[in-house]
């Protein structure tokens, strides 16, 4: 089975290639790809910026939707023609993919195979980062960084429908508009003067509980200065900076906890647990449509540069995506 797939020439040029579509191990599938994610680590590994991990693909993307043609011999929860969304281990931007049975999921019957490349990464991302290390319960406070990304335009959804109240910041009028019809009671802008004062003057000074960071830089004072006592700070991005000034008092005299993660790094045991929690917890709301992906545009798959280029500029609103299919 012949597979087209992107391969980084250099850091400026994708080109598209054919091989052989690998086969599935024992607890893998292999995945016919009708769409799948972009992602900002993409771009990353495109510029040399993102080492690929010894065992990954070195084919960018990390989400795909499609439909299973082949299974491992240990595979039991899905067949071939099953429609499933997964995170791959690098690999996505192809006509075929593999990915481990407990990191697939079976698609909503709601869901186009297009939303469903939307989704594996954003909801792993704000479920392992906001639900199990920020441990955001109903009726705290949120703050998501980047409320227009992919990943903030799903986690504002997803700690609605968990009864939690969000706020969040974006660029300009328009995205700060538009985060604010997801949901959010207040969103900053970040490009519109003094965000600490914007956010203090509106009332959450010293009250949010839970705060996913995709910037660093210099939002790290203004997350401390924000925090609740017994707040929790999550680093996921530092798109200002990975260099920040901390004031140690207010950790301790809030007595607050600072933490981070990557997809990457929480290893296969880690997503799957992540996955499994998904299963019971996300889905239904992602069924209800009370959790739906954002997709600003979407691009053949051989335009992959130009996709990603448009990732660059930030222009977008929600998820970019790619069209594998023939
Ligand atoms: N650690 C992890 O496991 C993990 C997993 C997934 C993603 N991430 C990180 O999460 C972030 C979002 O990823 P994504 O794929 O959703 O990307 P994306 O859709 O391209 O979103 C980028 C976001 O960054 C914001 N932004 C850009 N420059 C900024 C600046 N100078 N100051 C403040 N905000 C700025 C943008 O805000 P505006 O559009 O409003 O300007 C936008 O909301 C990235 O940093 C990515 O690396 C981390």
């Keep these: 089975m012949n597979r087209r797939y992107i391969d980084i020439e250099d ?10 579509a690998p086969k599935p191990g024992p607890d893998e599938v292999l995945i016919e790809v009708d769409f799948a994610g972009i ?14 991990p010894e065992d990954a693909s070195a084919i960018m993307g990390l989400e795909v939707a499609g439909t299973v043609c082949e ?3 240990n ?41 469903g490349a939307a989704l594996p990464e954003a909801l792993l991302t704000v479920w392992h980062n906001v639900f199990h290390l920020g441990q955001l ?30 706020i969040s910041t974006a660029g300009g009028p328009e995205k700060c508009q538009r985060v604010r019809d997801l949901g959010a009671e207040f969103v900053g802008d970040y490009r519109g003067g003094d965000l600490l004062e914007q956010l203090t003057t509106a009332g959450y000074g010293g009250k949010i509980d839970v705060i996913l960071d995709i910037a660093g830089g210099d939002f790290v004072p203004i997350n401390l200065g ?19 000034t901390v004031d140690l008092f207010q950790i301790l005299m809030k007595r607050l906890t600072v933490t981070g993660s ?29 959790v739906a992906p954002i997709i600003d545009k979407v691009w ?17 609103f929600g998820k970019l995506i790619l069209d594998c299919r023939d």
């Design 11 to 20: 850091a400026e040029t994708l080109v598209l290639r054919t091989d052989q």
């Design 39 to 52: 992602n900002r680590a993409d771009v990353l590994q495109r510029m040399g910026l993102y080492p690929v």
């Design 71 to 73: 299974t491992g011999a």
């Design 75 to 115: 595979v039991s929860a899905f067949k071939p023609g099953d429609v499933v969304c997964a995170l791959v281990h690098g690999g996505g931007y192809a006509s075929h993919a593999i990915a481990r049975e407990d990191h697939t999921l079976h698609l909503p019957e709601n869901l186009s195979t297009k939303e």
């Design 137 to 166: 319960q109903p009726g705290e406070t949120l703050l998501i960084h980047g409320g227009g990304s992919g990943i903030g335009s799903m986690g504002i959804q997803m700690a609605l429908a968990h009864g939690a109240k969000v």
């Design 226 to 244: 924000l925090a609740a006592p017994d707040a929790r700070i999550v680093c996921i991005g530092v798109m200002r900076g990975a260099q920040a």
């Design 262 to 290: 990557t997809l990457r790094g929480m290893g296969s045991v880690g997503r799957a647990e992540g996955f499994s929690a998904i299963r019971d917890t996300v889905l239904p709301w992602v069924r209800q449509k009370t």
């Design 300 to 316: 053949p798959l051989a335009d992959a540069m130009e996709a990603q280029l448009v990732m660059q500029t930030g222009s977008h």
